[in-house]
């Protein structure tokens, strides 16, 4: 039995220079100034830096040319993502729409949504929310009950979205609404372009325990689109989005949330740190060493053209569980004031908050070991 | 895999399984030899297979698979080491003690695996890199690891020895990460037919979603033991592992904490007899974890390493190393 086949990575010739390129853009946008806004950034939306982004063709790398994309290789696309991340940067505005809305387009949608959208999306000003979870419908996808219908030529969307990220920021959602009456289940549902300034969609924050306005609820009622608001196949909403997964969830956005604790750490430690602090350095960063060969060897994979569901969905939990387990761990090597003012203390104090939600944004960990469990031959 | 590594991995377990299922002998060791496996490293003008470091990942992560009670692992690195300077099978150490002054070594080996029998010997040198020595002139004290496995003290009186650069300890570190991933897989698809086979309360075991949890957690762990010895093939083979190896053997070694645990919890008191084959795994596994450098050794080597160069390097090493 080998559950995970790792991949020997040949990294690109090509990314020394796009390290260089994306080190010299944060040095150059990104204020440092405070600590706390370099932890988990991929959460942190700044449009102007995505703009910048853009315009340095960094957003839709992978993308064809014709929808305003730059044609390159998977693993440059991975080169940059981490450089973002490991920076801190604040890459939150267009994470989404450059991880898996304009890729769902170019593959799904009409030729008109892609020449519509997908081109603002790779200069960094057209923004995307994912409109999957519902008050009933959590871990239990399935349960999806928010409604498409048909209405002439056109659909009419009513029912409600929640923990939508971003959806105050988004120019459209793509939401999962049921199109079958009285559909059970994962049959039934559909994808949906949403823009957010239809009428008949309201926003209405929720605020979490950090005090931070990051996910939203989002109400539809009587909202009028298009036919051609529908993305992909009626009906096949459930396999549309299961396949979107494997990218979701291998990213290096599931292991390095958490970095920038690690490097205020080393920070503090200087260069004769006490034993326990040296040793809980050299164990983060063995961990982070090993999870990112993982999760770029997934990256290999997915150009390949294969779909790694299982091991995507191992660099998740280990990922998620590792990002969650730094706070924590530091608070019990260092004493230093989570209130601040130091650094050090002012990233852990909001990771220590932010921390449980990594295993429960993009499926919880048991969700992710029931699937692993699945692939094991288990169930 | 390419398709020589695939050749030589079908070529290796099928023949470790066969010896494994065997009580071992002096024959067994004959039939590694008579296919060439210990010279996998040695260059082709000498007879060798030409090998790299990540086919030897291979073939150690399924000497590990299988439990392989012969000293596969340690003639391979020994043999690549030696570059023909010897006869016979070779084999690796982890530590020395005494004074190596121009060619002569006084003092002691400890941890010589399969000593007896071996014709010579790679230990790291007093004062830095490695050293390589006729068994010879050695006498031996045998003992061996909590697995079983033949572990001697090495003492020698004025002994010729020859330096090498080579770094047997993180060599070793690394050939010991492979074997853990290799011993994790093991015991993971052990506990996996396990639970599918053995029922209680009206069902098998894995039907119950705390073991199917359990066991996911195992697979993340065993996965991560897979990806870190690889990649530290993959640097060693670049010229460039020291950072890689530490990271490597710690990442393996916190994985076998993991898990031996579940792979034991889920076996119930069956697992924990010595009738049941879990322990040749898990003792192997345990002992593993100590041998080349344990947690609190590489986490040391790791950590100094990234607090000499400072927090604003951190991420740019780490990525200079696969660039
Ligand atoms: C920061 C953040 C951002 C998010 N952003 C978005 C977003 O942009 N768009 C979106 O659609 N959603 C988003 N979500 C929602 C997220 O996908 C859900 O929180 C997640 O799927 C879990 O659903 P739930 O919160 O309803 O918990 P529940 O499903 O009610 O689960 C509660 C607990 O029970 C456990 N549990 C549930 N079922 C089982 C089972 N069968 N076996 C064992 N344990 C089980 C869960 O693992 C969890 O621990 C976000 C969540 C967070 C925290």
């Given at each position: 039995m080998q559950t995970f086949v790792p991949e020997s990575i040949t990294w690109p010739d090509t990314a020394p220079a796009l390290r260089a390129q994306v080190r010299a853009l944060v040095a150059a946008h990104v204020d440092r100034g405070d600590p706390r806004r370099l932890a988990n950034s991929w959460a942190v939306p700044d449009p102007r830096f995505s703009r910048a982004l853009g315009a340095a063709g960094l957003i839709g790398m992978t993308w064809p040319q014709s929808y305003g994309g730059h044609e390159r290789s998977p693993l440059e696309r991975y080169v940059v993502l981490e450089e973002l991340l490991a920076a801190g940067a604040p890459v939150g505005a267009h994470w989404i729409a450059d991880r898996q809305t304009g890729a769902l387009l170019i593959r799904y949608g009409t030729e008109e949504a892609r020449e519509r959208w997908v081109p603002g999306m790779a200069r960094g000003e057209?923004?995307?929310?994912?409109?999957?979870?519902e008050p009933n419908a959590g871990s239990d996808l399935a349960s999806v009950r928010a409604t498409a219908r048909h209405d002439g030529d056109d659909w009419i969307l009513d029912g409600q979205k929640v923990w939508t990220t971003n959806a105050h920021h988004a120019h459209v959602m793509i939401a999962l609404m049921r199109t079958e009456e009285g559909s059970e289940r994962n049959a039934g549902l559909s994808q949906f372009l949403v823009p957010m300034d239809a009428p008949g969609v309201s926003i209405r924050p929720i605020i979490d325990l950090t005090g931070g306005h990051d996910f939203n609820e989002v109400f539809f009622d009587g909202v009028r689109l298009p036919a051609n608001a529908l993305v992909g196949v009626e009906g096949d909403g459930w396999r549309q989005v299961t396949a979107e997964l494997s990218l979701e969830r291998s990213g290096p956005e599931r292991y390095l949330s958490s970095t920038a604790l690690l490097i205020e750490l080393i920070r503090r430690a200087g260069a004769h740190p006490d034993t326990a602090v040296r040793a809980l350095i050299g164990r983060l960063a063995a961990e982070t060493w090993t999870l990112r060969l993982m999760s770029a060897s997934i990256a290999v994979k997915i150009a390949r053209g294969e779909d790694p569901a299982l091991e995507a969905t191992m660099v998740k939990d280990l990922g998620n569980s590792f990002e969650q387990a730094i706070p924590e761990l530091v608070q019990a090597a260092v004493e230093v004031d989570p209130a601040?003012?130091?650094?050090?203390?002012?990233?852990?104090?909001?990771?220590?908050?932010?921390?449980?939600?990594?295993?429960?944004?993009?499926?919880?960990?048991?969700?992710?070991?029931?699937?692993?469990?699945?692939?094991?031959?288990?169930? | 895999m390419n398709e020589q590594q695939q050749m030589i991995a079908e070529m290796a377990d099928d023949l470790f399984a066969d010896l494994s299922a065997r009580k071992t002998s002096d024959s067994s060791w004959e039939a590694i030899e008579s296919v060439g496996l210990p010279s996998l490293m040695v260059d082709a003008d000498r007879g060798g297979f030409g090998g790299n470091w990540c086919d030897a990942v291979i073939v150690f992560r399924l000497a590990g698979y299988r439990a392989l009670a012969l000293p596969v692992v340690e003639?391979?690195?020994?043999?690549?080491?030696?570059?023909?300077?010897?006869?016979?099978?070779?084999?690796?150490?982890?530590?020395?003690?005494?004074?190596?002054?121009g060619d002569r070594f006084d003092g002691t080996i400890t941890g010589a695996a399969w000593a007896e029998g071996a014709a010579y010997v790679v230990a790291p040198?007093?004062?830095?890199?490695?050293?390589?020595?006729?068994?010879?002139?050695?006498?031996?004290?045998?003992?061996?690891?909590?697995?079983?496995?033949?572990?001697?003290?090495?003492?020698?009186?004025?002994?010729?020895?020859?330096?090498?650069?080579?770094?047997?300890?993180?060599?070793?570190?690394?050939?010991?990460?492979?074997?853990?991933?290799?011993?994790?897989?093991a015991s993971l698809a052990m506990s996996v037919a396990y639970v599918n086979e053995r029922k209680q309360f009206g069902r098998p075991l894995a039907k119950f979603q705390a073991v199917q949890q359990s066991l996911a957690t195992f697979a993340c762990e065993a996965a991560a033991a897979n990806c870190a010895a690889l990649g530290a093939a993959q640097a060693q083979g670049r010229g460039d592992g020291d950072?890689?190896?530490?990271?490597?053997?710690?990442?393996?070694?916190?994985?076998?904490?993991?898990?031996?645990?579940?792979?034991?919890?889920?076996?119930?008191?069956?697992?924990?007899?010595?009738?049941?084959?879990?322990?040749?795994?898990?003792?192997?596994?345990?002992?593993?974890?100590?041998?080349?450098?344990?947690?609190?050794?590489?986490?040391?080597?790791?950590?100094?390493?990234?607090?000499?160069?400072?927090?604003?390097?951190?991420?740019?090493?780490?990525?200079?190393?696969?660039?």
């Open positions: 057209i923004y995307a929310c994912i409109g999957l979870s601040g003012p130091e650094p050090l203390g002012l990233v852990l104090g909001h990771l220590l908050q932010l921390s449980p939600s990594f295993s429960l944004r993009g499926g919880t960990r048991e969700i992710l070991k029931g699937i692993i469990a699945r692939g094991l031959g288990l169930r | 003639a391979t690195i020994a043999a690549a080491l030696a570059d023909g300077a010897f006869d016979g099978r070779g084999t690796i150490a982890p530590a020395a003690e005494g004074t190596l002054a040198a007093p004062g830095g890199g490695s050293m390589i020595l006729d068994m010879a002139q050695a006498s031996i004290g045998g003992a061996a690891n909590i697995a079983g496995e033949p572990r001697a003290n090495l003492a020698f009186q004025g002994a010729t020895a020859r330096r090498l650069p080579a770094d047997i300890f993180a060599l070793g570190a690394l050939a010991r990460a492979a074997q853990i991933a290799g011993a994790l897989d950072y890689a190896i530490a990271a490597a053997k710690l990442r393996a070694n916190r994985a076998v904490g993991v898990g031996t645990a579940l792979a034991h919890q889920v076996h119930g008191a069956i697992g924990f007899t010595h009738e049941y084959p879990l322990h040749p795994l898990t003792r192997r596994l345990w002992a593993w974890r100590s041998e080349f450098g344990g947690d609190s050794h590489w986490s040391g080597v790791l950590g100094d390493r990234i607090c000499a160069r400072g927090a604003d390097q951190f991420w740019a090493d780490l990525t200079a190393v696969t660039d």
